[in-house]
């Protein structure tokens, strides 16, 4: 992923959530919820639509297995390794811009 | 609630929805229940976002979708848009007929469509043109207790309106009506309008030159300035820079141009000049006329705007109205003027909605044969891995290249319609509106194309990619009979078609009737041979009323003796001339009215000559006559202490309502409040003043000299035709004084079919749309029986071979297609009997179920039904078994 181009929102929570381990829709869901403090609602639609994008592009696969005592006909996505590197990405990126902004702001609030 | 959302999934992109239909169903239940625990409105939340969510989906599937060409390449989903619009082109190039046919068909239907809407965006949607036109609104007077709608603007009352009102911005007072304007060039008569000095800033416009009337000018004896429009400005003077302060004749007397105003100021009848109002307040009774118009306050409402002129009128009615028999009121502007328009634009907007309608179905039948004919193209591609999506977006495709080609055609068609439209009734076209092809004719023309590929789109995708792939591509041989659902939507077509047509004839052919009996209504006088004109005296070198009684008796009598002229007289308010002047009288021994409300009296001022020339008929007495005139003008002495009897003549109306059905009038007394009793002479026959079918109110006729007035309307009975009289009588007028103009000369006949114009114009529109759908109709049932018997050339040619008569094949195949036929003109008539009840008054009396026009309908729907299938059917009965047999 180029510098400088960010990536959609709720993709990189998508990402985020997978980035701390394997997980199933349901649960990409409920933690993309807590991890933006309820601020992001990932919808069905958006949220399989996405994950089959994800998985177009090989950031994300589908398990082979599925860990066992869960139900057989969850599917449960990994990150692969150019999903992680996508993230890296995206969470420098965010980083600098932030970074960017407080110097920004601290300069305005010295003038 | 689950099974709700299940069946929502049906939005979302079939892939999707395949692979996680399942989870997108908990993740949902798991939103929606946590929503729930928190209210009704939140679970109202949750539905709304994922319906968007879902739509949002369906959108994002459609949208091509840019992938690095070294990541993934999936074949089936890019978006190959240029190979697909070259392959749809060759599509409809491969079938010319078919596809010539359905570009016609769409034509027709958007060229109505669009005519009608310009017609519609020219009335009732495009704006005044003036700044902020919504802040805009009529005001005028209505007396419910006296049935009088509008009553006219009483200066007095205007002023105080215009001192006391709080939510105005400004307000202005106008009375439309025209001068003889005259210079070294000669004498024309041109519409004009006497107006308060605001108007400007009501209608927020600037002068092109000079300036608008000062306060000065606006009041009794002011001097004598004139503002006259741009057309004025540019086609009397030349565009001349210098023209402020120029001097012109204007009704005999001169006045000073003080400014020139932009064309959109000529508001609402092409106004070529504006006189100052030049109101007193302070005469009560000055006269009640004229119309006003009110710019509000921004963010005010009409209805506080009414209640601001009713609370500014209150004095008004505490002063000198303690009845409240006049009450203002407050509209908006656009409605004022649109009111007699709606039904009619109602009517015929839903009548070319219905006949895009049938044309729709039409091209929906074209596309389905031709789909179904292609069954085995759409099998094949699907069996070689072409996704549904990618057929259906194949055919969107052809479908949009149809109606986009069909639009153009019918924009085209539409606006040469509206031209000549325009071009037949220009004097039934209010003068405010423009037609023109705006963004909004434009907007719709692009809608109703979207509509059109909905609506003949769906049957043909449908078909295309539903049912199995095997059977379509087994379906190797022409002739066999495939797709029973196929035939069945066809037929389901053809009957909605003749269903439409059969509303569309019958409330058409009600209006027709109805126009029909309209024109033959009596119009209580003898309508041929009968020449009218209006002639104007000016005030300013004719100052006198005994110089206009003078005038009108020399004008009367040289008439007479004119070639070709057998009877002359004048009359002040001429029958369907939009003339109205309204009196209350007092009648002796009058019947106690039920409502206790006393009847409006229209007032006509009439010469002995004038019953002859036209041939108002008398029911009881005399007519005025020549010697009730001989005394020359009444002074008021005369009237008011009876030293002259006057002579009054009554119509048939006004004895049924103050004296009852057969009490006879003659001999009977009324009188205005000011007057001694004057003795009726005559009872005669109602004419129809308002119009044909507008009921007639009681009238009084009073002598000429009574009260002559300066501009009266000329009657002259001919022996030859009435319009050659024209030329002679223009001469005598010149001969009498050149000065004076012959305003807009006119035979009867063509008054009375003006008067009807509008209805004529209308009910025929109808009839033309209601005559196409027909046709659209006739062909669509002849297309799809023909297709279908040469689907049947095999199964025909067999039982041609097993020995079937000539009569059997066709009884089979007409039966099939005239019952479908029966069944949709059956149901049609059902509901045109609905819809017509909805044209109420148009219908002037004539019945919904009317029995002839039903049955007509009926008999000729059907008809045309068994002739539409009884060609195929003897083509299908000629069928050559070992040919059709052979057929592959």
Redesign the interface.
Known sequence: MAAGASLKPHWFYILLALADGDRHGLAIARDVQSLSDGGVRLWPATLYGSLDELRGRKWIEELAEHPEEESERKRYYRLTRTGRAVLTDEAERLGRLSRLARSRVRTGEAR | VNRLYRALLAL??R??RA??G???????A??LAAARTSGTAAAAAVWL??VS??L??RL?AFRPER?PLT??I?ERTTFMAGSDIRYAWRALLRQRGATALAVLMLALGIAANVAVFTLVNGLFLRPFPFPQPDRLVYINTAAPKWNLDVVGINYPDFDRWQKDQKLFDSLMTYQASQFNLSDAGGADRVRGAAITRDFTRVLGLQPLLGRTFTADEDRPKGPPVVIVSEHLWRSRFGADPNVVGRSIRLDGATATVVGVMPAAASFPSEIQLWVPMAGDPGRAYESYSGDAIGRMKPGVTVAEADADIKRAHQPIWDARDKQRIVTPFVKPLHDTFVADYRGAARAVSGAVALLLLVACANVAAVMLARALARRREMGLRLALGSSRARVLRQLLIENVMLAMAGSVLGLGAGRAAVSALVSVIPDEVPRWAVFTFDARVVGFAIVSMLVTVVLFGWAPALHAVSGDLRSAVNATTNGTTGAPRGRRTLWCLVGAEFAVSAVLLVCSLLLVKAFDRVRHTDPGFRADHVLMATIPLSEGTRPKAEQWFTFWTELEQRARQLPGVDAAGIITCAPLDGCHLGNFFQVENALPRPDGKNPVVLMRIASAGYFHAMGIRLKEGRFLADSDIARGVLTEDDITKGRAPVAVVVNESFVRMFWGEHAGGAGRRLKFNWTPWMTVVGVVADVKHYGLERPMRPGVYLPVNFSPQSAMTLALHTTVAPESVTPSLRQLLRQIDPEIPLVRPRTMEEQIARSTALRAAFSWMLAVFAGLAFVLAIGGAYGVAMYLVTQRTREIGIRVALGARTRDIMRSVVASGVGVVVVGVACGLAVSVAVAGLLGDALFGVSTHDAGVLSLVTAVLVVTAFLANGLPARRAARIDPMRSLRTD
């Open positions: 979302a992109p892939r999707l692979r996680h399942a989870d997108m169903e908990a993740l949902f798991e939103r976002r994922a969510d879902l949002q989906a994002a992938v990541v993934y999936d």
